[in-house]
Every structure is written in structure tokens, then in C-alpha cells.
């Protein structure tokens, strides 16, 4: 069994590294920094520790985290920080009392492995420990039993998203499913902010994060980023479609590439359309929902 772990932060070598290195032992999940996606992805995946990846945080994206560690406490959900110790002090600084645990890098996939497992040992979880299903919320003694949105104007209304990947539909959602792929935080971030209000959303920082979220979950569209680092857009498409599970998901390359040459290498790998940066929010909308409604 593995302990099920919901990422967040800025620092992505930190959360590709649990994909990539920590796979045995952690089953990751990874979400944006509002805390309206956190409480959403804390119903949803019900993981055994929450791990916030410092790097360059903003003091706002600091200061929501004591709501957090109030939905986690409710849970018994650690709370652990990683990151350079500068930055690591910072959060105490701005997030009083937040985190559980601390762990400076630099530190070994190994060593992060270690420390998590060890601290989640010593406070009795195991990785087949029940966890509440989503919209149901645990109690801690002296604490009340409050429901995930509660002070969160509009939480309700928010897709889980950004981070990374995120859960499968669970058919029960009449809302369609849209994996953003890019090497460009900022830019799913803007992607995000002109889709979630209308479609559930995930991100992936590269191409192999992409690849491992669909192993286990379902989305209804892909939107790829063309030119990425170590594994590109084209060659993450010609992954998608020599497997039977993926190779029937509509597939819309997103790039800054003008050059013609470029964009007939695109096009000849079949997407089902292709968009240039800057996006265009109405010819994105447009697009989608000529492909899946």
C-alpha cells in the first residue's frame, strides 16, 4: 500500500520527484494554492499527509494556509513544508503554526521518502487508513464537524484544479474534464482562470506527470503544449495514441510557435486543432466546446 499525498508549491523539481522517484511509496496527487482547491482535493483524494513545496511563494499564498491546516486538522492530516530554509522561514513567519513538519533541501528523493513515512508512522496513519469520502468531513476532539466550504464564498462552485494532475470524474458531474499540459506554471495558471468556470480542470508541469495522471484517471480533453523540455508536445501525442485508453481523447496543441514549418510538423501529427500563444480566451472556448460540448 502506498500513502496517498496531495502536493502543492512552486518548486516542481520537488513534486516531479514524488512521481518520479518516490512511486513506490507515495501515490501523489498534486493541486493548486488556493485554499478553495486544496479543501476540494482533500474531499476527493483523501490523502494521508498534504506537502506544500516552497519556492518563491507569494505572502498571500502563505497566509491562506491557516484555513488549510484547519480543514487538515479536521482530518488528521499532516501538514509538511519543503523547501530551501529561507523560504521555509519565511512561511513560519507569515504562516504561524501551520506546518508539522519542516525538511530543508537539499535533501534525497530518499531522504524525503524516510522523514514523511516516519512522521506519518508516529501518528498511527497507515496507508490503508479509512478516509472520509468526498463532502464528508472528519472530527477532531474539541473541534467542530464543519462542512469543506464553510467561510469560502463560492467554493462550492470551484473545480478542483491546477497543481497538476487531478481525481477522475466520477460521472456524477454533468461538467466536462480538460488536462493543460505545459512547462509554464504561469501559464496554466491563465489557463486555469479561463476555464474553471465552466469545466473541471488539471495540470501538468511535463509531459511524463501528464502520462502518469491518465494510467489511473479519465479526462475528456487534452490541451498540449508543443514545445516543452525533455519530453515535447508531439511526442507526448504519439504516447496518447499508441495506447487504447488515450488514443480516443481529443488532443489541442497550444504554443508560441509561428513558423510555418513548425506548425505544418504540428498539424501533420493530426490534433484536433492547435492554438497559438498568447491565448485567446473566446477562440479557446470556442474551440473546446466545438469538441466536447
Not at 4 to 9: C, F, M, R, S
Amino acid at each position: 500500500m502506498k500513502y496517498k499525498t496531495l502536493l502543492a508549491g512552486n518548486d516542481a523539481s520537488i513534486i516531479d520527484s514524488f512521481f518520479t522517484q518516490m512511486g513506490n511509496s507515495f501515490e501523489a496527487m498534486t493541486t493548486s494554492l488556493r485554499s478553495e482547491d486544496i479543501m476540494r482535493h482533500v474531499n476527493y483524494f483523501a490523502p494521508n499527509v498534504f506537502i506544500y513545496c516552497l519556492h518563491n511563494e507569494t505572502r498571500e499564498n502563505m497566509s491562506q494556509m491557516g484555513n488549510v491546516k484547519y480543514k487538515l486538522s479536521q482530518e488528521n492530516i499532516p501538514f509538511v513544508i519543503i523547501g530551501a530554509k529561507e523560504n521555509c522561514d519565511e512561511f513560519e513567519r507569515v504562516a504561524v503554526n501551520v506546518s508539522d513538519m519542516s525538511l530543508y533541501r537539499p535533501l534525497s528523493a530518499e531522504v524525503i521518502r524516510e522523514r514523511i513515512t516516519t512522521l506519518l508512522q508516529k501518528k498511527g496513519i497507515s496507508p490503508d487508513q479509512p478516509k472520509p469520502t468526498a463532502g464528508q468531513t472528519g472530527n477532531v476532539q474539541g473541534q467542530p464537524n464543519i462542512p469543506p466550504s464553510a467561510g469560502l464564498p463560492g467554493a462550492q462552485a470551484m473545480p478542483p484544479v491546477f497543481g497538476q494532475p487531478l481525481p477522475q470524474n466520477t460521472g456524477t458531474s454533468q461538467r466536462k474534464h480538460i488536462l493543460v499540459v505545459d512547462d509554464n506554471s504561469m501559464m496554466l495558471r491563465l489557463v486555469k482562470e479561463h476555464l474553471h468556470e465552466k469545466y473541471d480542470v488539471a495540470t501538468a508541469l511535463s509531459g511524463k506527470i501528464a502520462l502518469k495522471f491518465l494510467r489511473n484517471k479519465k479526462t475528456d480533453l487534452i490541451l498540449l503544449d508543443y514545445e516543452m523540455p525533455d519530453e515535447n508536445g508531439p511526442a507526448v501525442l504519439e504516447k496518447l495514441r499508441a495506447s487504447d485508453a488515450t488514443k480516443n481523447i481529443p488532443v489541442v496543441f497550444l504554443t508560441g510557435v509561428t513558423e510555418s514549418k513548425k506548425i505544418k510538423e504540428a498539424l501533420i501529427m493530426k490534433p484536433q486543432s492547435y492554438l497559438l500563444k498568447p491565448i485567446n480566451r473566446e477562440r479557446l472556448m470556442d474551440t473546446i466546446e466545438k469538441l466536447i460540448g
